[in-house]
Structures are given as C-alpha cells and as structure tokens.
C-alpha cells in the first residue's frame, strides 16, 4: 500500500469512527428516547465506547433511513419484509429460550433488514 492510500483509509476510517461515535455513542435522543436493553454483551462498542443501543437496534435505526431509497421496490418488499422479520423474531426468541446463543453480526443483519423493508412494505400494504 502506497503511503498515499494508506492515508487515505486512515482518514476514510477514522471519519466513520467520528459518524459511528456521534449517532450511537454520543447522540442522547438514542439514549433518552429509544427503548432498549442495551446489554454490553449484545452491543457494539467503538474505541472502547459501547452503542447506546443493541446491535439489532443498531441495524434498524441504521435501515430506516436507508428505506427511502427502497419505496420505488415496495410493492415487491412485503414478502422480503415477512423472511426477514420472521428471522429477527426467529433468532430473537431461541436466543430468548436458551435454545441457541445468537451473534451481534446476526443480530445486526436482522434488525437491518427489517428497518430497511418495513416502511416500503407498509406503505405498499397500504395502497401507496
């Protein structure tokens, strides 16, 4: 790597250290206004410093806004919407039963997919 390249990543990561602390880490309206456990084991952590919010909180919070640019597919979501919801509820109650012990990654991945195909999926379940 080229020490030009190498800069580049370094200020490419950092820049979202700096975007992952000040939404999750920093941000109080996480903090004061969404309802989670926030169990240290079940959340992500950036230079030491734990989320505001579990991994699938995380993935949700961060695919609702990435939804919008998913209405022009929304009357095609629903069922996506139906697998993926049912996995996160899937992965979240063997987790809960103690049949299974589930990963942040899974965690993340379920909760994303679900922000990023609710809205479409209602609006498209709505006649919009």
């Known amino acids: ?7 580049i990543e370094g ?4 820049t979202c250290i700096k975007i992952l602390t000040s939404l999750f880490v920093d941000s109080i ?10 169990l240290p084991e079940r959340s992500f ?15 949700f919070i961060a695919g ?6 998913a209405l022009p597919l929304r009357h095609d979501l629903p069922p996506a919407f139906l697998i993926i919801f049912g996995l996160l509820m899937l992965d979240g109650i063997s987790q809960h039963l103690a049949w299974r012990t589930s ?15 609710l809205i479409p999926s209602l ?6």
């Open 11 to 14: 200020s490419i990561r950092q």
């Open 1 to 7: 790597m080229t020490p030009i390249s190498a800069r």
């Open 29 to 38: 309206w996480i903090h004061r206004w969404w309802g989670c456990h926030r």
């Open 103 to 117: 990963n942040n990654r899974l965690r993340f991945i379920t909760g994303f997919g679900t922000g990023l195909t």
């Open 123 to 128: 609006l498209a379940l709505g006649g919009f």
């Open 64 to 69: 609702l806004p990435l939804s919008m640019l």
């Open 45 to 59: 952590r950036v230079e030491g410093r734990q989320f505001h919010v579990c991994a699938r909180c995380t993935g």
